[in-house]
């Protein structure tokens, strides 16, 4: 009925039917770099204010975001995602949200 996904709504593994677990390797972006492109893959240590805010902002798994900025002070980050929307996350948030680079 589901499609037998390989993740949960928040990007963490599900076993297959014989139980083995599929790691991927995915960087923090915080970990990142100006001018990165990286695709949102899971986000960890979620809570429901965490969700609500990523739901508000529409940032979702697989949005493809880009790294415009990161501010010296506080490692907090100017993005570029979705259809051209731009927003400026903490780096609590980032610390966060596991990403792949994009190609």
Do not use: R, W
């Not at 139980?19 to 979620?46: F, P, R, W």
Request: glycine share 6%; hydrophobic share 35%; net charge positive.
């Amino acid at each position: 009925m589901l499609g037998y996904p390989k993740t949960d709504p928040h990007g963490s593994p599900i076993p297959d039917a014989q139980g083995n677990l599929v790691k991927e390797h995915y960087l923090k972006l915080i970990d990142c770099k100006i001018g990165d492109s990286v695709t949102l893959m899971a986000v960890q240590q979620t809570s429901e204010d965490l969700l609500k805010y990523l739901t508000n902002l529409n940032l979702t798994l697989g949005t493809k975001i880009k790294i415009i900025n990161i501010e010296p002070f506080d490692s907090s980050m100017l993005i570029n995602y979705g259809a051209k929307k731009t927003a400026i996350i903490s780096s609590k948030v980032c610390d966060k949200l596991l990403v792949k680079k994009s190609k």
